[in-house]
């Protein structure tokens, strides 16, 4: 397939852009990357995707898409080298509701606790940690969400691990517990030991400075 | 083999009615359990430990959660009326369209039923800016699905019933026909289809709900 005919504007930074290429990387589609400057948005970006304005966007055979998990489907269901989601409907549904839950109930908490202060930002934590460990439940005891390899759930949530830990870090508040989220604690490190996975985390160092900006802000 | 169906739902709830409108469309029987939201039964806590809410689907003794991930499971489960095109463009557009209703439109005509003032003048801009995008969304066709309904048309039912409810409960208006000619047709045709008829609340008794639940009765136009 023509690299011309697969685009995706994404940021660096975005753990949401991130899910896309690893998804990408995975079926091993040629693409062209567009950076954007996220203050500045493209007129491309803005066309592209009128409606939230936001990374990331694939455009296939100028066809545009947002919303990452849509895009996450959108590739499954176009490239099917290495399917993402599993073929008996239950199990896709349960990928389905887990892929949400983390977006709805772990993201959101884990920023808000990056970015709040003082009473509000323990409660976040609470939350944090609290649907963390429902999230683990999700793994039904298996290495990964996807069974032995990676699947839906795993490269949806997978990167919170990184993240949770940075802003663990910078709020000096431990998100992650290894001692009540033992099998959490193990997927986020395997997750981030493949090597596909690996080759595309933005670079530690640059990424920890980045949120450390972000944080001065609030 | 004997299929086993149940739906936890509750009669007022948008999201327990569009599963009962697609288990309708596709003629599937099911088993109907009405919840009291202030006394869940411990089934539906059973069900849905995680999220605690309505509807719950089962089938077959498997269990599932979240109105947009039940119907997908049901359009795949049972091949009749398929509420997603066979395009993979269309379907994701579709989905991003479900998701897009659910994630902005009941928080927005929430706000703008219940809050006042300033605050409710940004609520009912904020309002008017989604429906423009459902309204531009609909192009020439009868429904969001194109000749027939589907995934957006049911995940939409929020704008093509429970708004004018809304609406007269709370004293607002959000959706008028100079601004949404198009939308306004497609909730009229929504609502005309049997298997979304027969799914409705009753519309007063809606009113009457929202209005004690939610302490209306002097909200200022």
Known sequence: ?218 | MAEEVLLFGFWGSPFSRRVEMVLKLKGIEYKYIDEDFSNKSPSLLKYNPIHKKVPVFVHNGKHLAESLVILEYIDETWKDHPILPKDPYKIANARFWAKFIDEKYLSAIWKSCTSEGKEREKAVEETSELLQFLENELKEQKYFGGETIGLVDIAANIIGYWLEIFEEAFGVELLRKEKFPKLCNWANEFVSVSAIKENLPPRDKLIAFLRNRFGVGNASK
């Open chain 1, 1 to 218: 397939m023509a690299e011309e005919s697969v685009k995706l504007l994404g940021y660096w930074g975005s753990p949401f852009a991130l899910r896309v290429k690893w998804a990408l990387k995975l079926e091993g589609i040629q693409y062209h990357y567009v950076e954007e400057d996220l203050p500045n948005k493209s007129p491309m970006l803005l066309q592209y995707n009128p409606v939230y304005k936001k990374i990331p966007v694939l455009v296939h055979d100028d066809k545009p898409l947002a919303e990452s998990l849509v895009i996450l489907e959108y590739i499954d269901e176009v490239w099917k080298q290495n399917p993402l989601l599993p073929i008996d409907p239950y199990e896709r549904a349960k990928a389905r509701f887990w892929a949400k839950f983390a977006d709805d109930k772990c993201v959101p908490p884990v920023m808000a606790a990056f970015s709040k202060k003082g009473e509000e930002q323990e409660r976040a934590a609470r939350e944090a940690r609290e649907n963390l460990k429902t999230l683990e439940s999700g793994l039904e005891g298996k290495r990964f969400f996807g069974g032995e390899t990676i699947g839906f759930v795993d490269i949806a949530a997978g990167w919170i691990g990184c993240w949770a830990r940075m802003t663990g870090e910078i709020i000096g508040i431990n998100l992650i517990d290894a001692e009540t989220m033992p099998l959490l604690d193990a997927w986020f490190q395997d997750f981030l030991e493949v090597p596909f996975i690996k080759e595309f985390m933005p670079p530690q160092d640059k990424l920890l400075e980045h949120c450390k900006e972000s944080h001065k802000k609030f």
